[in-house]
């Protein structure tokens, strides 16, 4: 077998291999962005109706942040030390903080079972582009999943 035909079959029994494993929960599926994964996963803990929840589109975007737009999106960033220092490297260059958002249009069951289209604004400041994405930062509709337990609660 030529140089090239090896080449095609390794490709081809790694994305297969890929795809296996994102369809069984194992890893994320690897050609979608991890926001994508993380936003779903945070929305479905809010519906009725987890299970019957289905994607309809998905619109994301990235901007750069500013120190001041930073200290917006984290206002809790300038009560601390550790949040100033932050704010510093932002406005020094040290650090690039990016706000990702994703607009996701979904299908689900409300509490009665009829089937509802819904929409939610999903969104994650990062300390940079590379940044790991924690599931308990990201916000959906403007709230965490601790904001929107607590609302739940005292509703």
Same mark, same amino acid.
């Given at each position: ?5 090896? +080449?095609?079959?390794? *490709? ?6 890929? $795809?296996?494993?994102?369809? +069984? ?7 979608? !962005? $991890?926001?994508?994964? /993380? ?17 309809? /589109?998905?619109?994301?975007? @990235? ?5 001041? &737009?930073?200290?917006? @999106?984290? !206002? ?7 949040? #100033? /220092? ?8 040290? #650090?690039?903080?990016?706000?990702? &958002? ?9 509490? +009665? ?11 994650? *400041? $990062? ?10 930062? *990201?916000?959906?509709?403007? /709230?965490?999943?601790?904001?929107? #337990?607590? @609302?739940?609660?005292?509703?």
């Amino acid at each position: 077998m030529s140089a090239a035909k090896k +080449f095609i079959v390794v *490709v081809a029994a790694g994305l297969s291999a890929g $795809a296996a494993l994102a369809y +069984f929960g194992v890893i994320d599926n690897p050609l979608e !962005p $991890a926001l994508y994964a /993380k936003c779903e996963d945070v929305l479905k803990r809010r519906l009725k109706s987890p299970s019957s929840y289905k994607r309809v /589109k998905m619109w994301p975007s @990235e901007k750069s942040l500013s120190a001041e &737009q930073y200290a917006v @999106e984290k !206002p809790d960033m300038a009560d601390s030390s550790y949040g #100033l /220092k932050k704010l510093a490297d932002i406005e020094s260059g040290a #650090l690039k903080p990016v706000l990702r &958002q994703v607009l996701i249009e979904y299908d689900a069951q409300n509490g +009665f079972g009829a089937a509802i289209r819904g929409a939610a604004k999903c969104s994650y *400041v $990062a300390d940079s582009s590379n940044d790991r994405i924690l599931g308990i930062m *990201v916000r959906i509709n403007g /709230k965490t999943h601790t904001d929107w #337990l607590v @609302e739940s609660i005292r509703n």
